[in-house]
């Protein structure tokens, strides 16, 4: 058995899978990555299944090895024993090593660890922090936590590297489909100016600071929500619902982020701007499907790519993909 | 009946905008409705509507509307309610704004505690936290919430807001007025389910 000990959790480091599905009538959040394109590709990357758990970084991060490892970090920069790696990169790791994660984009990283060894509860690997159970004893990591690796059977196993354009995620444009209580908004064209987004934000919401939204009505009877929901409080400020959000609120939703653009939120910090982009259903319905495919298409080369150097090219605005094995 | 969508990945089906007995009714037929069914999506009940979560690659939302267009909420079978009984110290240090709650209903404490216990309450609402219960039932006064929030609550306190009781299933800030608590496990993570309430269930309060 090999080991991870975390030497510096940075801001918030929480184990996270795909999510917890099934519980939310009794209230659960669905919780999960915040960033779930740089999610599925770390653990692609290291050769897990797209939802398994790892560790999801805010901020920087470091970490001890005991034992062999095979690991990935995206989008973050990784620093092996001091050496700044290349983006993107899965690789192996030995006793001693010291992996630090750089935030130098973006906002959260994603530590893929092949064989990381987590306990299951409630169907789910992920930490729920805001009920304290799951992941890694149901909190967040510190300093001096261990956590347990089974050792990658494969010795054939190579480093790689993704070359891999996922810019629009550091971009500030969110799109948004119109929401249940669009009608209620009295000045719509607001919706579409500079959002900040504020220090009192977190894995539960976002809260924006910008220009106050006009409703007539800003309570309603409380419905369930589900990620990426805009609700307008009466004090106008909108709040955007991320992955550790309450299942039911009373306040009016005027739109809704669609899937593909939650990427872009989970890399945004506190004091970063977002501009709301209003499409249609029909387009966020396309957009879903092709970034699921890119992913998929990112996922069929690695595991069945004997080459030393080839490229996935998925097209498209969102991202191009060339993969190369290394070392 | 009406159908709205919340972005791309779910759907609202509504009962009215009011939190009433009749929509209430809809729901826990809606509920059973789609768990009779061997569906491929989850969902969340609430007071006047069911919000249906789905994943598009799986099934596409026509498929889901027509599912819905299936529902004859007079077919489905209202079924036992089952009726946990929840033991309550009510007052003193478990139940800080007992006073204040009985004075509301111009009663002395002893009375109240009578009054809050003769009902039968029944979930009509899961949220806010994991494992916490809207319960209906008290036809008291109206409970005005704390104008701040306690920072800390502690898990299994008992608390009234406007005409719905509930029960913290965790410690936690809250602005409910408190008036006793339970040792009862309200959400326990190595039992399936985790929540000991769940929609439509019953709740009796016994004072201890």
């Known amino acids: 058995m090999a080991r991870i000990i975390v030497n510096n959790p940075g801001f918030l480091s929480t184990i996270q899978d795909g999510g917890r599905f099934g519980f939310a009538r009794y209230g659960l959040p669905r919780s999960g990555p915040m960033d779930w394109i740089s999610f599925e590709i770390a653990n692609i990357l290291a050769g897990n299944k797209r939802n398994d ?30 050496k700044s790696l290349e983006r993107f990169s899965a690789f192996r790791v030995k006793s001693g090593d010291t992996l630090k994660i750089f935030c130098d984009r973006g906002f959260r990283s994603y530590l893929a660890v092949n064989g990381l060894q987590i306990e299951e509860v409630l169907s789910s690997k992920s930490t729920c922090l805001p009920a304290g159970f799951g992941g890694f004893g149901g909190r967040k990591l510190l300093s001096g936590d261990i956590i347990d690796i089974i050792e990658y059977g494969n010795s054939e196993i190579k480093d ?37 987004i504020s220090p009192d934000s977190n894995r539960i919401g976002y809260n924006l600071e910008g220009e106050r939204l006009d409703l007539e009505s800003y309570e309603i009877v409380s419905e369930g929500m589900i990620a990426g929901a805009i609700q307008v409080p009466p004090d106008g400020l909108p709040i955007i619902m991320m992955a550790d959000h309450p299942v039911t609120g009373g306040y009016s939703k005027v739109a809704n982020v669609i899937y593909a653009d939650l990427p872009v939120l989970g890399q945004k910090k506190p004091s970063d701007r977002i501009r709301f982009e209003i499409v249609d259903l029909d387009i966020a ?5 092709k970034y699921k495919s890119w992913i998929r298409a990112i996922e069929f080369e690695l595991c069945n790519s004997s080459k030393d150097v080839y490229r996935v090219n998925v097209g498209g605005k969102g991202f191009t993909v060339e993969v190369k094995e290394i070392g | 009946m009406v159908i709205e969508e919340m972005g791309e990945r779910a759907i609202i089906v509504k009962f009215g905008d009011e939190i009433s007995p009749d929509a209430h009714k809809m729901v826990i037929a809606l509920d059973r409705f789609l768990a009779g069914l061997k569906t491929l999506f989850e969902w969340i ?18 498929e889901i509307v027509r599912i819905i267009g299936q529902f004859r909420p007079e077919e489905i079978e209202e079924g036992e ?59 008291g006064s109206k409970v005005p919430r704390l104008e701040r929030p306690r920072k800390y609550v502690m898990a299994g306190s008992v608390g009234i807001a406007g005409n719905q009781c509930g029960i913290y299933p965790f410690d936690s800030p809250g602005g409910w007025r408190i008036i006793g608590r339970t040792e009862l496990k309200i959400f326990d993570i190595h039992k399936n389910p985790p929540s000991l309430f769940d929609l439509g269930k019953r709740v009796r309060f016994i004072p201890i």
């Open chain 1, 53 to 82: 758990p790892l560790i999801e970084i805010t901020g920087n991060f470091e970490a001890t090895f005991e034992g062999r490892a095979f690991v990935s970090v995206v989008p973050g920069r990784a620093i092996l024993n001091g």
């Open chain 1, 160 to 196: 790689r590297t993704l070359v891999c354009d996922i810019d629009r995620i550091f971009g500030n444009a969110v799109r948004i489909v119109k929401g249940p209580q669009w009608n209620l908004l009295k000045n719509p064209q607001t919706l579409e100016s500079e959002y900040t």
């Open chain 1, 285 to 289: 319905r396309k957009l879903y499907m």
């Open chain 2, 45 to 62: 009940p609430s007071y006047a509507s069911v919000t249906i979560f789905y994943d598009p690659e799986v099934i596409g939302h026509e």
């Open chain 2, 81 to 139: 309610k089952e009726t946990i009984e929840v033991p309550v110290m009510y007052g003193s240090k478990y139940g800080p704004d007992i006073e204040f709650v009985s004075d509301l209903n111009k009663m002395t404490v002893e009375e109240f505690i009578k009054f809050h216990s003769s009902f039968i309450y029944e979930v009509w609402m899961m949220g806010f936290m994991p494992g916490f219960a809207y319960l209906y039932g008290y036809t």
